[in-house]
């Protein structure tokens, strides 16, 4: 099984709906921990602009976090009344590697 990245970016249409934003993110992050498969969340907020990723174990697990009813009924607020542009990409991991110091 190969890791999967989905990579996001959305543009808030105002800083006046920060709180709505937000609390779309805990909706959508709280939903992605739940699927069977999840590994990683992050995110960063710069002025107006929102970034992050969530990394799933599968296709199949970040399939499931799509296909959530939960997850289209955010992403349909978002593209009506929140955000006045956003983007998706989702990534396939090749190859990997790290280490770790132990003297650290």
């Given at each position: 099984?190969?890791?999967?990245?989905?990579?996001?970016?959305?543009?808030?249409?105002?800083?006046?709906?920060?709180?709505?934003?937000?609390?779309?993110?805990?909706?959508?992050?709280?939903?992605?921990?739940?699927?069977?498969g999840f590994?990683?969340?992050?995110?960063?907020?710069?002025?107006?602009?929102?970034?992050?990723?969530?990394?799933?174990?599968?296709?199949?697990?970040?399939?499931?976090?799509k296909?959530h009813?939960?997850?289209?009924?955010?992403?349909?607020?978002?593209?009506?009344?929140v955000?006045?542009?956003?983007?998706?990409?989702?990534?396939?991991?090749?190859?990997?590697?790290?280490?770790?110091?132990?003297?650290?």
């Amino acid at each position: 099984m190969a890791l999967q990245l989905v990579s996001f970016r959305a543009t808030l249409r105002d800083s006046a709906l920060r709180g709505v934003h937000e609390e779309m993110v805990r909706g959508m992050r709280d939903l992605a921990e739940a699927i069977d498969g999840f590994v990683e969340w992050r995110d960063a907020t710069d002025g107006l602009e929102y970034w992050g990723f969530v990394v799933f174990d599968s296709d199949e697990a970040a399939q499931s976090w799509k296909a959530h009813p939960t997850h289209g009924a955010i992403h349909q607020q978002g593209e009506a009344s929140v955000y006045s542009e956003f983007g998706t990409q989702v990534f396939e991991q090749v190859r990997g590697a790290q280490w770790r110091r132990d003297d650290a």
